[in-house]
Nanobody, 125 residues
């Protein structure tokens, strides 16, 4: 089993930055993918970014490219999401998740088996 704990959320003004962390415990997978998703109030959960655990390949949704950076520290079993130039539309609960097998559908919520509890990010003007 895998447990995921997110941290680093908070309230910032437009243009500010936050760094989210997700610490994993339990069994890890050499060919797994870890992703960040977000869900705004009244909206469906959407893909934000993902990283391949073993080779570090990264993927981003178009709306965060150039502003967000996903990275991982294999030794610490931790994935990070550095968020810069935050906008009000980034306001959401952010979740990290793990997919335990390879798939080209890195953006597909349904393919991730383990989820953290979420951390709130609020961006105000």
């Amino acid at each position: 089993q895998v447990q995921l704990v997110e941290s680093g959320g908070g309230a910032v003004q437009t243009g500010g930055s936050l760094r989210l962390s997700c610490a994993a415990s339990g069994r890890t997978f050499s060919r797994s993918t870890m992703g960040w998703f977000r869900q705004a109030l009244g909206k469906e959960r959407e893909f934000v970014a993902a990283v391949s655990w073993n080779n570090g390949n990264t993927y981003y949704t178009d709306s965060v490219k150039g502003r967000f950076t996903i990275s991982r520290d294999n030794a610490k079993n931790t994935v990070y999401l550095q968020m810069n130039s935050l906008k009000p539309e980034d306001t959401a609960v952010y979740y990290c998740a793990v997919r335990t097998y390879y798939s080209p559908r890195y953006y597909d919520t349904n393919e991730y088996a383990y989820w953290g509890q979420g951390t709130q990010v609020t961006v105000s003007s």
